[in-house]
């Protein structure tokens, strides 16, 4: 699949340049086409750009053109980088500034911030359409999107925690030199870090409350430094820092600004890293956050931090301290922002002064380690991702209640293992039926014992007889097709019905600890999965026709095969790698011996070349019923 990142591009150093890259590099190592479309950058008249990855892909990054958000080029880059293919956009940015109409035809999943409570309207509007997931980076976004009836999810912005660390020195201009040193700020003094853009004439980082603080913390404590690591004059479009400070009466000498030529083209990581190891405690007193990753870096180095207790700074600080303050209309927003308390940060610098800051270093780090760009990805990104499928936009029913039907011959020793992960895994949407041949003594036995509900098959002993015997007897919106030597894991109910109202046909992945079956694991076929009644009803899921469940010209191979094809050439069939229904097939073990122990599974490859055979006749069928120009999913 590919993926359009739109936000800065992945080499400046600015807060959305970083996430950028993190993201894009570990996506492209996990296989995906990836291009970027810069915002900042790479700017126009340079030409495509391109970023090498540290495992060696080459992404093709898009110029930026007249409007910082971009809005004015990310369709055109997007139908030069996707061409007749479907894919992607992830925008990284306000997505209020995002306007161009055409983005409707587009699938967006826009990774964006809410520095509000409660979230704007404009916000809001741009995720009434069919076809824009939500992503919120922080809980507080989370919260606001649900409360306004939308379905976020939730991955938080990212750290890299091998260079944001407690390290004591690094490398520069040849030399090997400590964060004081590097700040050139002697030892025996108490530094105050304040990192934020300055680019705001309503001052949305509250350097105004933060300054009059430190003032008042300054005369009481006067081996204390503030540093500021920012645009300090009017350039960017924010306040003088320089006349603030002096107007606070803050001493000269007690205010230091990181110099300037290195803050306008960035410190690169390392070195911003090694500043944060020169800080006693870093001061945040914004506004309103979407994020704030300077909490986060701060914390990853050891240092604690001082934030507002307002949006969604308060669940980023673990070793530190909250401020209160004082809210205020935003009008343009019909939103609130919050102005931090100055007495309160006054007494927060206070307490930082009295701390044992050295007990507060390793809380930090662990804490810091839940935002680490590895672990966000895998835990995050990677599961969001296998619901990302190319396809139609939401306008069907979401599934409400699932039959899952278990056709079994005469493996009782694998009802127990079934049932209970299926009773641990169900969230009450779901019914288990197990369709069995009358003279199926032990294996009825087994069922019954297990308390779990049966049919006796009386119309055939094949795998899709049983099925179709299963499907007439309920009534549920859905249906899943199940083999008997299954085991179901928590949340694959909750994962397959986030793609139930764009699909028919769900399948799941039979992964546990490796890959069992590779084309499942890779999203192009399933052995298990989710159909939607009326699809059966309507079109047939199988050959057959219209009410026709499973093609009873196969014994029991093949019959997946055919509805999973046929699915997807009429493009309902979704992956959903994320619904993990774990599948102890003797056959994935590699060890003939545990399939030929397997008396039932050796029935079915007595009628496997017939199965085959009959594949082989009625493939060429699906072709007629294809209604998308190619396998997508391929």
């Known amino acids: 699949m590919k993926i359009l990142i739109h936000s800065n591009g992945p080499t400046c150093y600015t807060g959305y340049g970083v996430q950028t890259r993190l993201l894009a590099d570990r996506l492209a190592a996990d296989g995906y086409q990836v291009a970027i479309s810069a915002t900042y950058g790479q700017t126009m008249g340079c030409g495509m750009g391109e970023y090498v990855t540290p495992t060696g892909q080459t992404i093709p990054v898009y110029p930026s053109r007249f409007l910082v958000s971009g809005d004015d080029v990310i369709m055109a880059h997007a139908q030069d980088f996707f061409k007749q293919d479907d894919g992607w956009i992830i925008p990284l940015l306000d997505v209020w500034s995002l306007v161009n109409p055409a983005l409707k035809e587009m699938n967006v999943a826009a990774w964006a911030p809410v520095d509000h409570h409660p979230v704007p309207n404009m916000v809001l509007d741009f995720f009434k359409r069919s076809n824009a997931r939500p992503v919120a980076m922080t809980r507080h976004g989370f919260d606001e999107y649900t409360k306004n009836g939308l379905d976020p999810t939730y991955i938080p912005l990212a750290v890299d925690t091998s260079v944001y660390k407690p390290t004591q020195t690094a490398k520069v201009d040849g030399r090997e030199v400590t964060g004081r040193q590097f700040l050139e700020l002697p030892d025996n003094v108490f530094v105050v870090g304040m990192v934020s853009m300055n680019k705001d004439p309503m001052d949305r980082k509250g350097f105004s409350e933060a300054f009059q603080a430190f003032s008042i913390f300054h005369a009481e404590h006067p081996k204390s430094v503030l540093h500021v690591h920012s645009e300090k004059s009017t350039n960017a479009g924010g306040l003088n820092l320089m006349e603030l400070a002096l107007g606070c009466g803050i001493p000269q000498g007690a205010v230091q600004f990181t110099n300037q030529y290195a803050y306008f083209v960035g410190l690169p990581p390392n070195l911003l890293a090694l500043m944060y190891t020169a800080f006693d405690v870093l001061l945040a007193p914004s506004v309103g956050e979407g994020f704030c990753i300077p ?14 207790d307002w949006t969604a700074q308060p669940e980023l600080v673990e070793a530190g301290w909250l401020v ?3 809210a205020w209309w935003d009008d343009s927003n019909r939103s609130w922002y919050q102005r931090a308390n100055v007495s309160q940060i006054y007494t927060r610098l206070c307490q930082a002064f009295e701390a044992d ?3 507060m270093v390793q809380p930090a780090v662990e804490f810091a380690a839940r935002y680490d ?3 966000v990805y895998r835990t995050y990104w990677q599961p969001f991702l296998a619901t990302l499928t190319v396809g139609p936009v939401a306008d069907k029913p979401k599934m409400d209640k699932v039959t899952v039907m ?11 293992r079934l049932v209970d ?16 041949d009358p003279d199926a003594v032990a294996q009825i036995k087994a069922v019954k014992k297990a308390k779990a509900g049966w049919l006796p098959a009386l119309r055939g002993t094949s795998y899709a007889s049983k099925m179709n015997e299963g499907f007439a007897a309920t009534d549920t919106d859905f249906v899943f097709l199940c083999g008997d030597d299954v085991e179901f894991t928590p949340g694959w109910l909750q994962a397959a019905r986030e793609l139930s109202d764009r699909f028919d046909v769900i399948g799941t992945n039979d992964t546990a600890s490796g890959v069992k079956n590779p084309l499942v694991a890779a999203g192009k076929h399933a052995d298990h999965f989710f159909v939607r009644r009326t699809y059966v009803d309507d079109q047939g899921a199988s050959l057959e026709g219209p009410g026709i469940l499973c093609p009873e010209a196969y014994f029991h191979f093949f019959t997946d095969k055919e509805m999973i094809q046929l699915a997807k050439a009429r493009g309902v069939f979704a992956p959903c790698l994320s619904s993990v229904v774990v599948h102890h097939h003797p056959g994935y073990d590699g060890r003939e011996d545990l399939r030929e122990a397997d008396p039932t599974y050796m029935k079915a490859v007595e009628f496997s070349e017939m199965d085959q055979t009959s594949f082989r006749r009625r493939a060429g069928l699906i072709d007629q019923h294809r209604t998308v120009k190619k396998d997508i999913w391929s």
């Open 295 to 308: 909490l986060i870096e701060a914390q990853a180095c050891g240092v604690p931090v001082i934030a507002s």
């Open 324 to 326: 209160g303050g004082q």
């Open 357 to 359: 800051l050295e007990k």
């Open 373 to 375: 760009a590895d672990y």
């Open 406 to 416: 278990v056709p079994a011959v005469d493996r009782p020793q694998n009802v127990k």
């Open 421 to 436: 992960s299926f009773n641990k895994s169900n969230d009450g949407t779901a019914t288990l039926l197990y369709i069995l």
